[in-house]
């Protein structure tokens, strides 16, 4: 089992920063890869940003260039640095943690992150 805590949302107007965080505990030596999802309302979930115990980091095209995503595996902790936000990136965002022995994902409650325009 993984269990997966996020925090370091909220409001910020367009333009502005904001830093997620994910704090991972249990079975976190099971874990392949991490990453951060959101879902804005009536939409469905997305890929927002992805590292690998590698340090391999993925982005979607949306965010990439403006957000960077990162490890401090002594903290077991997962960041998401968003810049230069825009009010299309308002959503709740979700930590994932990949367990590809089980194939299994694990999600985190989700942290709320709202630009204004």
């Known amino acids: 089992q993984v269990q997966l805590v996020e925090s370091g949302g909220g409001l910020v107007q367009a333009g502005g920063s904001l830093r997620l965080s994910c704090v991972a505990s249990g079975s976190i030596l099971s874990i392949n890869s991490m990453g951060w999802y959101r879902q804005a309302p009536g939409k469905q979930r997305e890929l927002v940003a992805r590292i690998t115990n590698g340090g391999s980091t993925n982005y979607a095209d949306s965010v990439k260039g403006r957000s960077t995503i990162s490890r401090d595996n002594a903290k077991n902790t997962v960041y998401l640095q968003m810049n230069s936000l825009k009010p299309e990136d308002t959503a709740v965002y979700y930590c994932?943690?990949?367990?590809?022995?089980?194939?299994?994902?694990?999600w985190g409650q989700g942290t709320q992150v709202t630009v204004s325009s």
């Open positions: 994932n943690a990949a367990v590809v022995s089980v194939l299994w994902d694990y």
